[in-house]
Structure formats: structure tokens, C-alpha cells
């Protein structure tokens, strides 16, 4: 099946550590997002991507950082810098044009130990 | 810029009886807008979208959608609501200006009561 695939499902981060979230996709999707969930405030736009080796920020890029060396794949990294970093975070894609709708992996949820 | 607004936290519906999750958009030009469920500790799903023409709009699950453009108005729907309807739901807007990237409400948790 086609989908979209995140890992780890729980992660817990120390202070001062940068852990890195992982996104892949088998859809054949150029596009690529990352989005923060907190409770009551819907989804926030980290950063994402349209193309291989090309990213741009959202509206809460700040403290994060990705790559997208692959087509299917698109990891976040949250730094050290992020200091409120305990959220849902949830990847998803799409096929470029604005009338298409994005697809969703069932999320990484990490905690502050 | 795109905003959407969901003007309820929780909506609370007897089990059989219809159901309407409101939604109201502000886009500059003409809007894309879609409605997603999630469930506890999943992603989001894709129920529905208005691109252009009908005003209502047929999605999964039995679910549909009005769109007024008078009343920049995009609210969910279903005719006879299910238990297992008991989820979070998200209208959102596309941002074509902004890498397509998708606007989203703050969310609206659907309760169905037996």
C-alpha cells in the first residue's frame, strides 16, 4: 500500500539534544511538509519541500532544520535550539498543484525528559 | 493572507441525528478548501475539497460539505451522524501564494452520543 511513514512513534528528548524525526513516502509526491500539532491550535507549518535538494521555511521554522536529499524522503531534525519542542508531529505530502490534497502520516509525538 | 476559523471547539450530536461543523475562510482570490478528520494519536485523513463549481460537495463517509461564497462559509455535514464519527476535525485553505502550503483552523471535536 501507498502511505506515508514516520518513526519513531514516541520520542523522548533529552535537554540540549538534537533528535531527528523521520518521514518517508512511497506515493511519488514532489511535495513535502512538516507541521507542529499542539492542542487547540490546529497545524503550524515547519518548513517544507517541492523539490529534491530545495526546502523553505514556515511559519515556525525556528529551532528546526530538515533535508531532502531524496524524493521519498524529508527528516526533521529538532535542535537544541527549539525550546519548547513537545508536540505532535506530523509529515505529510502531496502532488504539486493547489487543487490536490495532502497526505498524512500518523505522526511522531515527542516529550521533554 | 489565507485564514480559516472554526467557530466551535465542540460540537456535541445525538447519534441518527444530522450534523454541521461550521467553517469560515478569508483568502485573497478564489479558495481551495478542504475538511480532514483525525483521530486520537493519528494523522489527519482527507474527507472532502471544493475547488470549483457545485456548492456541495460529497465526500467519505457520508460526509458532505456546503460552500457559500456570500458567506465565505465552508461547513462539514452529515445526515445522520454515527458514534464512530466521534473525532477532531480540521477545515483548511490552500495558500497558493505560500508554496500551496495548507491554512489550517484551530479544530472543532465532534462528540456523538448514543
Known amino acids: 500500500d501507498g502511505g506515508i511513514t514516520q518513526s519513531p512513534k514516541y520520542l523522548f528528548r533529552k535537554e540540549g539534544q538534537n533528535v531527528t524525526l523521520s518521514c518517508e513516502q512511497n506515493?511519488?509526491?514532489?511535495?513535502m511538509y512538516w507541521y507542529r500539532q499542539d492542542p487547540g491550535q490546529g497545524l503550524r507549518l515547519i518548513y517544507y519541500?517541492?523539490?529534491?535538494?530545495?526546502?523553505q521555511k514556515g511559519d515556525i521554522a525556528e529551532g528546526y532544520s530538515v533535508s531532502r536529499e531524496k524524493k521519498e524522503s524529508f527528516p526533521l531534525t529538532v535542535t537544541s535550539a527549539q525550546k519548547n519542542p513537545t508536540a505532535f508531529y506530523l509529515c505529510?505530502?502531496?502532488?504539486?498543484?493547489?487543487?490536490?490534497?495532502?497526505?498524512f502520516g500518523d505522526g511522531t509525538r515527542l516529550s521533554i525528559l | 493572507a489565507q485564514s480559516v476559523a472554526q467557530p466551535e471547539d465542540q460540537v456535541n450530536v445525538a447519534e441518527g441525528n444530522p450534523l454541521t461543523v461550521k467553517c469560515t475562510y478569508s483568502?485573497?482570490?478564489?479558495?481551495?478548501l478542504f475538511w480532514y478528520v483525525q483521530y486520537p494519536n493519528r494523522g489527519l485523513q482527507f474527507l472532502l475539497k471544493?475547488?470549483?463549481?457545485?456548492?456541495l460537495v460529497k465526500g467519505s463517509y457520508g460526509f458532505e460539505a456546503e460552500f457559500n461564497k456570500s458567506q465565505t462559509s465552508f461547513h462539514l455535514k452529515k445526515p445522520s451522524a454515527l458514534v464512530s464519527d466521534s473525532a477532531l476535525y480540521f477545515c483548511?485553505?490552500?495558500?497558493?501564494?505560500?508554496?500551496?502550503?495548507?491554512?489550517f483552523g484551530a479544530g472543532t471535536i465532534l462528540r456523538v452520543k448514543s
Open positions: 519541500s517541492q523539490i529534491v535538494n530545495d526546502f
Open positions: 506515493l511519488n509526491h514532489d511535495a
Open positions: 483568502v485573497s482570490g478564489n479558495p481551495y
Open positions: 505529510a505530502s502531496s502532488i504539486l498543484g493547489g487543487w490536490q490534497p495532502q497526505h
Open positions: 471544493y475547488i470549483t463549481g457545485d456548492n
Open positions: 483548511a485553505v490552500r495558500d497558493m501564494e505560500y508554496g500551496n502550503k495548507l491554512v
